[in-house]
T-cell receptor, first 110, second 112 residues
């Protein structure tokens, strides 16, 4: 049973554009929602995270929007750059466990 | 900059052989996680420890996989005997309390 659904599977964006990745979860017991960025040959690295009592969190060009009633959250990358090209995973945490989405491969072209 | 260190980075071996993967968590982190990443299944939690005690290994095939923490600076994941379907990237991550998990760069395992 997939508890965190992520879309799209892949995304192509022009440099300077906005990249948007969406996730939906089912279990209301999740209490922490991080996004991880993974480059080829590397482990996932924490990008930004949010708790369910906050509707939005912004760090530089990266913003998480969180809709608790809809059980959805999304990552927005403003002014996307070629260096942002990577795979992005949303996740949801319950107690110690992270449940990951299936990942979105982002390609940003100059 | 503190990092989770995993060895080896790559391992190629034949079916039936024992495989041991090692992880050095970030100093001071008390929770250690083992994940497996494949194209088909994505990132799956295999097992995790807190203060060296196993808390959950429900994601791990019990018949061939085993995970241990001999001391606070070393976690191991063993597969015996290995099978081609075990081919994947295995990640170790560590954390402390509410702090987010930090991942190592993984062991890429190929079983021929």
């Amino acid at each position: 049973q997939q508890q965190v659904k992520q879309s799209p599977q892949s995304l192509i964006v022009q440099k300077g554009g906005i990249s948007i990745i969406n996730c939906a979860y089912e279990n209301t017991a999740f209490d922490y929602f991080p996004w991880y960025q993974q480059f080829p040959g590397k482990g996932p690295a924490l990008l930004i995270a949010i708790r369910p009592d906050v509707s939005e969190k912004k760090e530089g060009r990266f913003t998480i929007s969180f809709n608790k009633s809809a059980k959805q959250f999304s990552l927005h990358i403003m002014d996307s750059q070629p260096g942002d090209s990577a795979t992005y995973f949303c996740a949801a945490k319950k107690t110690d466990k992270l449940i990951f989405g299936t990942g979105t491969r982002l390609q940003v072209f100059p | 900059d503190a990092r989770v260190t995993q060895t080896p980075r790559h391992k190629v071996t034949e079916m039936g052989q024992e495989v041991t993967m090692r992880c050095q968590p970030i100093l001071g982190h008390n929770t250690v996680f083992w994940y497996r990443q494949t194209m088909m299944q994505g990132l799956e939690l295999l097992a995790y420890f807190r203060n060296r005690a196993p808390l959950d290994d429900s994601g791990m095939p019990k018949d061939r996989f085993s995970a241990e923490m001999p001391d606070a600076t070393l976690a191991t994941l063993k597969i015996q005997p290995s099978e081609p379907r075990d081919s994947a990237v295995y990640f170790c991550a560590s954390g402390l309390g509410w702090q987010p998990q930090h991942f190592g760069d993984g062991t890429r395992l190929s079983i021929l």
